[in-house]
């Protein structure tokens, strides 16, 4: 029997918060080892050389299947379809060698960008970032959302980086103001920042693949 009234409002809420942090901290286990490599860099004074190095190979490795996964579950839950938080090891599995692909692309990318960013006045690094960040996001939402090869799916979110600045600059606007907030309060980020990040990214994505694949 379901709960009726504030009791049943504050009950479905509830049990959103508790699967958002569930299927985030999930998504924090799978990444600790990065979280701890950038730490000991940037607190104790981490061999820089060495600790970049092992980034290379674990973020395509660790954080792009288990951000793939994370949005798999995200997006379940944006088309108001009920998804448990453990499903994220279904979507881990299934998108995990399209997700090392695509994260060996974007690292390549990424690394590249940052290695030159600094010749470049403070104001075109942040824009460029930016604009970098969103590309990264709306290829996780349309990898959940398509089937497609990663080629295709690389070059799609390319386009919609392209034809839709607004919601570029939002996504931008929003991923920058999170990893602000989470910075002045780390310990939000194993129970809710990659999710809420995802959802809204996913949110943005899907109004845009409405309006453009309204079939699909």
């Known amino acids: 029997m379901q709960m009726g009234g504030m009791l049943g409002s504050v009950h479905r809420v ?7 942090a569930g ?3 999930l998504w924090f286990l799978c990444n600790a080892p990065l979280f701890f490599i950038v730490m000991d860099i940037l607190m104790n004074g981490g061999q820089l050389e060495a600790g970049i190095g092992a980034l290379l190979v674990l973020v395509p490795l660790l954080l792009f ?8 579950v995200v997006r ?5 379809e009920d998804e448990p938080a453990w499903a994220f090891f279904r979507y881990f599995k299934e998108n995990v060698w399209q997700s090392l692909t695509g994260g060996v692309f974007f690292t390549i990318v990424w690394t590249g960008w940052l290695a030159q960013s600094s010749s470049f006045p403070l104001v075109v690094f942040w824009l460029i970032s930016g604009w970098l960040s969103a590309w990264t996001l ?4 349309f990898q959940v ?3 497609l090869k990663t080629v295709h799916i690389i ?10 600045p ?7 606007g929003i991923t920058f103001t999170l990893v602000y907030i989470w910075s002045i309060y780390p310990f939000l980020l194993p129970f809710c920042s990659a999710v809420v990040l995802a959802y809204i990214s996913f949110g943005v994505f899907h109004r845009f693949s409405e309006q453009r694949f309204p079939h699909h």
Not at 65 to 72: D, M, R
């Open 23 to 25: 299927v985030n901290l």
């Open 166 to 172: 607004l919601s570029v600059f939002m996504t931008a």
């Open 138 to 141: 709306f290829f996780f939402a």
């Open 14 to 20: 509830a049990g959103w918060l508790t699967k958002g």
């Open 65 to 72: 299947p288990s951000t793939a996964a994370l949005f798999g």
């Open 155 to 164: 070059k799609n979110a390319l386009v919609m980086t392209a034809i839709r």
């Open 76 to 80: 379940k839950w944006v088309l108001q």
């Open 145 to 147: 959302h398509f089937h």
